[in-house]
């Protein structure tokens, strides 16, 4: 089975000037928690998930509409396309730890989204992708991670706490 008989068509996007407050909301709104961050071509440039803006905002002194995608996000991202197999993406997603993909055309548009859950809901079908295949992805995704996480300093230090 292919990635874009899975994925999510048309997902949310934002730019790298868009604000966090602006993110947050468009989270809410598509009830997801990761958005591309495209730039003015349409080709995607990171990810930036809900995580990301929560330590964000709780390791810096200043408001979500103060905050920027492109300040926030990490500059590398894994991604697959749609004609790519399931199989394919969900190796990806294990090898790489992640729960979703971009999905992205040869020149790097955003093409759509590919999830964990997406994945989920097709296995066992006719997609040749079986819920081990599934679990064994998501034990590699939760399981102790190999990749060192990239510190992020915070640029205003937060007060600590006198009580």
């Given amino acids: 089975m292919k990635v874009k008989e899975v994925m999510t068509s048309n997902p949310g996007?934002?730019?790298p000037e868009s604000n966090l407050a602006e993110l947050a909301a468009l989270m809410w709104e598509n009830a997801c928690g990761v958005i591309p961050i495209v730039n003015r071509s349409g080709v995607?440039?990171?990810?930036?998930?809900?995580r990301d803006?929560?330590?964000?905002?709780?390791?810096?002194?200043?408001?979500?509409?103060?905050?920027?995608?492109?300040?926030v996000a990490?500059?590398?991202?894994?991604?697959?396309g749609p004609e790519d197999d399931v199989r394919d993406a969900l190796s990806t997603m294990a090898t790489q730890e992640?729960?979703?993909?971009?999905?992205t055309d040869k020149e790097g548009k955003l093409a759509g989204i590919l999830s964990i859950?997406?994945?989920?809901?097709?296995?066992?079908?006719?997609?040749?992708l079986t819920?081990?295949?599934?679990?064994?992805?998501?034990?590699?995704?939760?399981g102790v991670r190999t990749h060192e996480p990239i510190v992020v300093?915070?640029?205003t230090a937060v007060a600590a706490s006198t009580v």
């Fill in 153 to 155: 300093r915070p640029t």
């Fill in 13 to 15: 996007f934002c730019h």
């Fill in 74 to 80: 990490l500059p590398r991202y894994f991604a697959c």
């Fill in 98 to 103: 992640v729960r979703r993909l971009p999905v």
């Fill in 53 to 71: 803006i929560c330590i964000a905002l709780g390791t810096r002194n200043v408001c979500a509409s103060e905050l920027k995608a492109g300040d």
């Fill in 117 to 128: 859950d997406d994945l989920i809901l097709c296995a066992g079908n006719s997609a040749g």
């Fill in 44 to 50: 995607v440039t990171g990810m930036i998930t809900d």
């Fill in 131 to 142: 819920f081990k295949d599934v679990v064994t992805a998501l034990k590699a995704i939760r």
